[in-house]
């Protein structure tokens, strides 16, 4: 999907009297295109939600929910964390949004504990009382570190667990940013013209769906410089199937 991007925004720079992309300027605003777009699923799929819970759309709406949700679920990883202070357990890099931290001590039998996600606020009213204050049976947990009244000073990329006697067993479920897209090539020829090389270590292609390529392109355009509307894509993309077909015949 990625080489086929490329040579469509190159095609349209090209028609445009634009200029060209190096291959680092278009992976630049791959990993851009690609991160706004993936961004603008949770923001549709909050609007679609809406509009089905106000009962605003009709049926035929629900299929639009259920896709985005299952392009989301190739995102949502499960990942156990690792204690490194007081209550306090470090995020794995990637994440976007957390979905649901348990307790899962090693079995059998195997139990789930969801630990309750509480604001700054909240923790520290719930901790103001031993009647309130969370417990092994129903633990919280806030994002980032410690209350400033904390004597430890953990990773601010990190949940603070409480009871803080739990130590272990901790399982995060998350959805991951996608991987940096990186088209990769070779340098042929006295000038040193990139060709395409998919079989490179660094190769990374655009994991959104093949349906996402053309927003994807239209937003590389926009950082590039060029507003164009996405049946001008789909023109451009027919132009370079049809020169592949006679180049290949």
């Known amino acids: 999907m990625i080489n086929e991007v490329r040579n469509t925004v190159l095609s349209i720079l090209n028609k445009n009297n634009n200029g060209y992309l190096t291959p680092e ?8 295109a690609q991160l706004e777009v993936f961004e603008g699923y949770f923001f549709s799929l909050a609007n679609w939600t809406k509009k089905q819970n106000q ?11 259920k896709e985005m949700k299952e392009v989301l679920d190739t995102f949502s990883v499960s990942s156990a964390l690792t204690h490194v202070a007081t209550g306090s357990f470090t ?8 979905l649901k931290l348990e307790v899962v001590p090693a079995g059998p039998p195997k139990t789930y504990t969801e630990i309750e996600r509480v604001s700054q606020y909240k923790i520290g009213k719930l901790l103001s009382s031993n009647l309130t204050a969370p417990n092994t049976s129903y633990p919280a947990y806030v994002v980032g570190p410690a209350p400033i009244t904390s004597p ?9 667990v409480y009871p803080e006697s739990i130590t272990s067993d901790v399982l995060l479920t998350y959805v991951r940013y996608p991987q940096t897209p990186a088209w990769t090539y070779n340098s ?23 349906s996402d390529a053309i927003d994807i392109t239209i937003k590389i355009c926009e950082y ?5 509307r996405e049946q001008e894509v789909v023109n451009f993309e027919k132009s370079e199937e049809i020169l592949q077909i006679k180049t290949e015949s």
């Open 25 to 32: 300027e278009f992976n630049l605003f791959a990993n851009q």
């Open 224 to 228: 590039a410089g060029i507003s164009i």
């Open 91 to 98: 995020l794995p890099n990637d994440w976007y949004t957390l």
């Open 55 to 65: 009962r605003m759309s009709g049926e035929s709406y629900a299929d639009i929910v």
């Open 152 to 160: 430890i000073s953990p990773a601010a990329n990190a949940v603070q």
């Open 188 to 210: 042929i020829g006295a000038d040193g013209d990139p060709v395409f090389d998919p079989t490179s270590a660094s190769y990374q292609d655009f994991e959104l769906p093949l």
